[in-house]
T-cell receptor
């Protein structure tokens, strides 16, 4: 079972754009890539989901290269309230088991 | 709509005991998934249910089991508890036929401590 990896932590100043990358080299061919946000003492909350190229919603963008072995979550103009842990979620090829990434702790600095 | 609810929120057990955790999905959601979250292993998939059928199971020993009822409510059971089972157990529901490709709505979790 290939590991789905993310940077452990990132810091950014308020107002900046933040990009968090997830490496998932064993993603299932027909599976989506989903990103979640988690605050302390809460369950994860859905941010965005995509299959290929680029997806954008009101809070984030998701960039997926053609080989789909990685994805990048982009948060525009972050604020203090974006301080949280961010996880990617993909399905593993071969066994179809859902695999969360290792998580990235994002800290926004005032 | 009410969100996903999990009971109990906190639980303390001793090694060797067994435990049952409960999850009530959002009304209308027929798919329920369970995850274990620990500082060392992160978020790990346990099982997925749709319409009372287990669709997929993660890499956990047979001591971990679950089921889903006709009203979509789900329970998971851990028998012969070990210290390493101490974790936050999260339940998530989704509207489609499973977690893949569908937005999952997570509950607040049950914090299990094994002494």
């Amino acid at each position: 079972l290939a590991k789905t990896t993310q940077p452990i932590s990132m810091d950014s100043y308020e107002g900046q754009e933040v990009n968090i990358t997830c490496s998932h080299n064993n993603i299932a061919t027909n599976d989506y890539i989903t990103w979640y946000q988690q605050f302390p003492s809460q369950g994860p909350r859905f941010i965005i989901q995509g299959y290929k190229t680029k997806v954008t919603n009101e809070v984030a963008s998701l960039f997926i290269p053609a080989d789909r072995k990685s994805s990048t979550l982009s948060l525009p103009r972050v604020s203090l309230s974006d301080t949280a842990v961010y996880y990617c979620l993909v399905g593993d090829t071969g066994n179809e088991k859902l695999t969360f990434g290792t998580g990235t702790r994002l800290t926004i600095i005032p | 709509k009410a969100g996903v609810t999990q009971t109990p929120r906190y639980l303390i057990k001793t090694r060797g005991q067994q435990v049952t955790l409960s999850c009530s999905p959002i009304s209308g959601h027929r798919s329920v998934s369970w995850y274990q979250q620990t500082p060392g292993q992160g978020l790990q998939f346990l099982f997925e249910y749709f319409s009372e059928t287990q669709r997929n199971k993660g890499n956990f020993p047979g001591r971990f089991s679950g089921r889903q009822f006709s009203n979509s409510r789900s329970e998971m059971n851990v028998s012969t508890l070990e210290l390493g089972d101490s974790a936050l157990y999260l339940c998530a529901s989704s509207f489609g036929q499973g977690a893949r490709g569908n937005e999952q709505f997570f509950g607040p979790g049950t914090r299990l401590t094994v002494l």
